[in-house]
């Protein structure tokens, strides 16, 4: 996006009262609005404190003083979903997106995996971050992230009604809205 500022803006932020919901931000609805063509989005989730916007600004060849707010202090810097568009490559624009880190101090489980589900579903790549080996508990919040993700999906794309039940009251639906119902996953990295 030509002249655009190379500092992240925030796109959904912990609400302050009950701190497992976001909120949207209009600055950041302003921004996805201005940009062109097609969008491919990259985010990067994972632990806090290991490194995402540090890693989010090499992607895009920025320094720390640049792009997403890189701390040196113990607690989580980065809180909700901030995002800054890259380049154009191939007529479409790069937007990067960084997260809140997981297993934050005083974060209730439910606010993690929402910012887990919200980045699947908006992400053509998500780079999961370890600082270390692959876990039990990473596959384990993988595939967590992964059904929350689909489930979000579903309901959001209910199908157009046609009038019927099934036998619980629910009503039937057929079509998809022109796309094919299913939800894919992003590339993992």
Same mark, same amino acid.
Request: charged share 20%.
């Given at each position: 996006?030509?002249?655009?500022?190379?500092?992240?803006?925030?796109?959904?932020?912990?609400?302050?009262?009950?701190?497992?919901?976001?909120?949207?931000?209009?600055? $950041?609805?302003?921004?996805?609005? !201005?940009?062109?063509?097609?969008?491919?989005? #990259? =985010?990067? %989730?994972?632990? /806090?404190?290991?490194?995402?916007?540090?890693?989010?600004?090499?992607?895009?060849?920025?320094?720390?003083?640049?792009?997403?707010?890189?701390?040196?202090?113990?607690?989580?810097?980065?809180?909700?979903?901030?995002?800054?568009?890259?380049?154009?490559?191939?007529?479409?624009?790069?937007?990067?997106?960084?997260?809140?880190?997981?297993?934050?101090?005083?974060? $209730?489980?439910?606010?993690?995996? !929402?910012?887990?589900?919200?980045?699947?579903? #908006? =992400?053509? %790549?998500?780079? /999961?971050?370890?600082?270390?080996?692959?876990?039990?508990?990473?596959?384990?919040?993988?595939?967590?992230?992964?059904?929350?993700?689909?489930?979000?999906?579903?309901?959001?794309?209910?199908?157009?009604?046609?009038?019927?039940?099934?036998?619980?009251?629910?009503?039937?639906?057929?079509?998809?809205?022109?796309?094919?119902?299913?939800?894919?996953?992003?590339?993992?990295?």
């Amino acid at each position: 996006m030509a002249g655009a500022a190379r500092r992240a803006v925030a796109l959904l932020l912990p609400d302050p009262a009950s701190h497992t919901r976001l909120r949207l931000q209009p600055e $950041a609805l302003s921004l996805l609005q !201005r940009l062109e063509g097609p969008i491919s989005v #990259v =985010s990067v %989730v994972g632990a /806090y404190r290991t490194g995402k916007s540090w890693l989010l600004n090499e992607l895009m060849g920025l320094g720390c003083d640049a792009g997403f707010v890189v701390g040196h202090q113990r607690h989580t810097q980065t809180k909700g979903v901030w995002i800054l568009p890259g380049d154009r490559a191939n007529a479409t624009t790069r937007l990067f997106m960084d997260t809140e880190g997981f297993d934050g101090t005083g974060q $209730a489980e439910v606010y993690d995996d !929402r910012i887990f589900a919200f980045a699947a579903l #908006v =992400s053509d %790549v998500i780079v /999961y971050n370890l600082a270390e080996t692959i876990k039990q508990a990473d596959i384990e919040r993988l595939a967590f992230a992964a059904q929350l993700s689909h489930e979000f999906w579903r309901r959001a794309h209910r199908p157009a009604v046609d009038g019927g039940e099934d036998g619980n009251g629910v009503v039937a639906t057929v079509g998809d809205g022109g796309g094919s119902g299913e939800w894919t996953p992003p590339a993992l990295l």
